[in-house]
């Protein structure tokens, strides 16, 4: 927990956002089946390239670290909560123009959970906030987070694939 602070952080405003938006149990729903989809994701990568590319974690970073299998746990949670608010991002938007105003919880705004354009709209939020979370953690050997991974061979976004932005639309999107 000391090791990546900002994961604390970010998953205790999922649990706050989640649980206020969804109640406790379909927060914890969310938190463990995003978080199993976020491994196997992590690990199909790791393995074969797809989703997200290929790439390499710098074991050496992470000594003290909680891993499932070549997975660091911290990389699963963390895709929990960025597709949470990818998808709360969505729904949020969707329900203002479908005429909900500012009541997520507003009769009819919750049958735009399942929407097609809801889905669209929260795997395109996702590969767009990877857009500079992905280049901003390979920068990390400058600064906090520390040098965690690299992509091999490194891709045309800032040393990322592009193979990662589709990664995220089709898992997020799933």
């Known amino acids: 927990l000391t ?21 406790l149990w ?13 491994w196997f994701s ?4 790791l393995r074969t390239g797809l989703p997200f590319g290929h790439y390499v974690y710098h074991k050496e970073q992470f000594a003290s670290e909680l891993w499932l ?13 960025m597709s949470y608010f990818s998808f709360s991002a969505a ?5 203002s123009s479908a005429g909900a105003g500012r ?20 795997a395109l939020i996702g590969a767009w906030m990877d857009t500079v979370i992905d280049p901003m953690t390979l920068i990390g050997k400058y600064w906090f987070l520390g040098d965690l991974y690299h992509y091999d061979p490194p891709g045309l976004h800032f040393g990322v694939p592009l ?5 995220w639309v089709v898992t997020i999107g799933v």
Do not use: H, K, M
């Open 26 to 38: 379909r927060a914890l729903l969310w938190l463990g089946s995003g978080t199993l989809v976020g």
């Open 69 to 81: 299998g070549p997975v660091p746990l911290f990389a699963s949670v963390s895709f929990a909560f």
């Open 3 to 23: 090791l990546r602070p900002y994961v604390i952080v970010f998953l205790a405003a999922f649990a706050v956002l989640a649980w206020s938006e969804r109640g």
């Open 163 to 167: 193979v990662n932005y589709a990664g």
């Open 91 to 95: 729904r949020r938007l969707v329900a």
């Open 103 to 122: 009541q997520l919880s507003a009769p009819g705004v919750e049958a735009l959970d399942g929407a097609p354009r809801t889905l669209l709209l929260a």
């Open 42 to 45: 992590e690990l199909c990568s």
